[in-house]
């Protein structure tokens, strides 16, 4: 007799227990000087999307920095993601990143 499952994951082929996919950028917030920037909030964008100013977008990810810079955006989709932060800084950066990248170094000016 063959085995059967209600699980969806067996047949959707998610990962264990349900957790959500994807895949992840991490890194730190800095000023020109080294020094972090503690709640800097970042915006990830698959790049190419148009942001909106005054809306949400659909595949906008939204963060705020630790109280030692550090970031992580998880479960995005693989690819190239423009990351964007103006909290705390007189200019806003933009940078774009791969997917799988763990060592983002984001330097805004103070």
Same mark, same amino acid.
């Given at each position: ?29 800095? $000023? ?7 709640? /800097?909030?970042? %915006?990830?964008?698959? #790049? @190419?999307? *148009?942001? &909106? ?14 109280? $030692? ?7 995005? /989709?693989?690819? %190239?993601?423009?990351? #964007? @932060?103006? *909290?705390? &800084? ?21």
């Amino acid at each position: 007799m063959a085995a059967t499952s209600s699980s969806p994951c067996l047949t959707s082929g998610c990962s264990p227990a349900g957790a959500p996919r994807g895949e992840t950028i991490a890194g730190r917030v800095i $000023d020109d000087s080294g020094a972090a920037i503690a709640g /800097a909030r970042l %915006t990830a964008l698959p #790049r @190419g999307t *148009r942001e &909106a100013v005054d809306r949400f977008v659909p595949g906008q990810v939204m963060l705020e920095a630790d109280h $030692d810079g550090r970031f992580v955006f998880r479960h995005l /989709a693989p690819g %190239t993601w423009t990351i #964007r @932060g103006d *909290r705390r &800084a007189r200019t806003q950066a933009t940078l774009d990143v791969e997917t799988g990248t763990t060592d983002v170094q984001f330097v805004t000016s103070r």
